[in-house]
Structure formats: structure tokens, C-alpha cells
Nanobody, 115 residues
Framework: QVQLVESGGGLVQPGGSLRLSCAAS????????MAWYRQAPGKQRELVVV???????DYADSVKGRFTISRDNAKNAVYLQMNGLKPEDTAVYYC?????????WGQGTQVTVSS
């Protein structure tokens, strides 16, 4: 079992920045892949970015050059730095972990980009 807790969401103006955090209940060395997903109202949940245990990353085209994922093994945490936010980035952001073929999800954190 893995518990994931996200934080850092909020309301920000277009062009602004936010940093999301995801704290895991176990050592993230044990987790094969961690990722951030998002779900906007009326839309399907979509993958934003994934990071492997080895540090390889893969970003959705819509966030490349604006978002950066990182991990702190000592704190068992993964972060999502979001710069140049756009109204279309508005969504609930979810932290995801895959371990032994099982997906684990956090409760989500709301990000709203609006003037």
C-alpha cells in the first residue's frame, strides 16, 4: 500500500507559477514510476508527466518547456514546478505511483488559472 498526499494547488493568474508537492508514505526508491495527471471539468484524466525510478521523464506536449518534475528521495516526495500557467491548465492535479503493477492515487489538488 502507498498513500500519496498532494499539496500546493491554488488560484493563480495567467503567466504565474505554482509548485505542487506529492508526499509518499513509503520510500520512493520502491516505486517504479511516479507521475502527475490532471482532470479538467468535463474531460478525461490526462497524463501530464511521468518520472521513473532512474530519473527519466516524459512530458505531455502541452506542458513541455513550462512544467518540471523532480523527486527528492530523502523526503519521499515528488514535485511539479509549473511556470507560465495558462487558463487551460486549470484542473485537479493528481499524484500517481505505480508499484508492482498497481496504481495508487492521491486525493488531488485544485489548480485554477484565472485573472
Amino acid at each position: 500500500q502507498v498513500q500519496l498526499v498532494e499539496s500546493g494547488g491554488g488560484l493563480v493568474q495567467p503567466g504565474g507559477s505554482l509548485r505542487l508537492s506529492c508526499a509518499a508514505s513509503i520510500s520512493i526508491f520502491r516505486i517504479n514510476t511516479m507521475a502527475w495527471y490532471r482532470q479538467a471539468p468535463g474531460k478525461q484524466r490526462e497524463l501530464v508527466v511521468v518520472i521513473t525510478r532512474g530519473g527519466s521523464t516524459d512530458y505531455a506536449d502541452s506542458v513541455k518547456g513550462r512544467f518540471t518534475i523532480s523527486r527528492d528521495n530523502a523526503k519521499n516526495a515528488v514535485y511539479l514546478q509549473m511556470n507560465g500557467l495558462k487558463p487551460e491548465d486549470t484542473a485537479v492535479y493528481y499524484c500517481n505511483a505505480i508499484m508492482i503493477g498497481t496504481h495508487y492515487w492521491g486525493q488531488g489538488t485544485q489548480v485554477t488559472v484565472s485573472s
